[in-house]
């Protein structure tokens, strides 16, 4: 509400006591200032990446440790580690190995004999940097969640599928997904929400660069409060980002209350 208040005031961070109503200026401005289209497509493709990448991930997870497998306890464990460590430190890391000149991950490539990668200097690479670690951090957990929905499907509905000479393919399309529907929507809209609030691994790792190709819709909101002192702007844009998620949070549920 406070975000929505100074939306429509020509706040300066320097002086939050003296404000006033400037009407939808700042949301005229924010929509003209191409640097915000250019954050809200870097947001977008990182959405349209990593929601899938790390989905499957998750999923696939679950499904390995949710059979008889032995060392589960310890491979549930390690899945799961990256969770707890904090966005920053594991940025922080990521960035180290990825270094062009002293990362372990160039030195490997080059000894086996491929040229070093710029990986997170070069505007084509940073990105998909970003979507492979993002992913890497979070699927440990939404791969619990899914892995306390197949843990309530009850094992019987399998074993009459095999009976009726169900493959396996079979059995997780028409047994494991429809039964794990409602847990597949919620993660799903965590994960959609959680893209969108993408701000850390760019923050720490590039800057927003190289030239402006990992500059998300939240760093720019920061950039405005902190950077530049404009509350006002940086508040409007929060509010465009509130209602496009909660747009994309209506819909989806609209979509999985129909299929189920």
């Known amino acids: 509400l406070v975000s929505l208040a100074y939306s ?6 320097l002086a939050l006591n003296n404000v006033h109503f400037n009407g939808f200026v700042n949301f005229a401005e924010a929509f003209g200032d191409s640097y915000l289209w250019n954050a809200f497509l870097n947001t977008l493709e990182f ?3 990593v929601v899938p990448l790390q989905l499957c991930a998750s999923l696939g997870l679950a499904l390995i440790l949710n ?17 707890m460590l904090s966005l920053a430190v ?6 180290n190995l990825l270094n062009e000149q002293e990362g372990l991950i160039n030195a490997i490539l080059e000894n086996l004999g491929f040229s070093r990668q710029p990986f997170l200097e070069s505007p084509k690479q940073a990105m998909n940097v970003i979507v492979f670690i993002s992913a890497w951090q979070g699927a440990g ?19 009459a599928a095999a009976i ?19 847990t597949f929507s919620f993660v799903l809209i965590t994960m959609l929400i ?7 691994q760019p923050m720490v790792m590039t800057g927003g660069g190289p030239v402006d190709s ?29 209602v496009l998620v909660c747009v994309m949070t209506y819909v989806q549920f609209g979509v999985s209350k129909n299929k189920v």
């Open 194 to 200: 959680g893209a969108f609030r993408l701000i850390v």
């Open 164 to 182: 009726d000479g169900a493959n396996p393919v079979q059995k997780f399309f028409f047994i494991t997904i429809p039964n794990i529907l409602p």
């Open 67 to 83: 059979s008889k497998i032995r060392c589960n306890t310890f491979f549930r464990w390690a899945f799961f580690c990256p969770v």
């Open 47 to 49: 959405v349209v990446k």
């Open 141 to 159: 957990y939404q791969m619990l969640i899914f892995l306390s929905g197949l843990k309530n499907i009850p094992p019987e509905i399998y074993e």
């Open 214 to 242: 990992t500059n998300t819709l939240v760093y720019y909101i920061y950039a405005y409060a902190f950077r530049y002192g404009k509350p006002g702007i940086a508040c409007a844009a929060g509010v465009v980002l509130l």
């Open 8 to 13: 429509v005031t020509d706040a300066n961070l």
């Open 90 to 95: 594991t940025s922080f890391l990521w960035m």
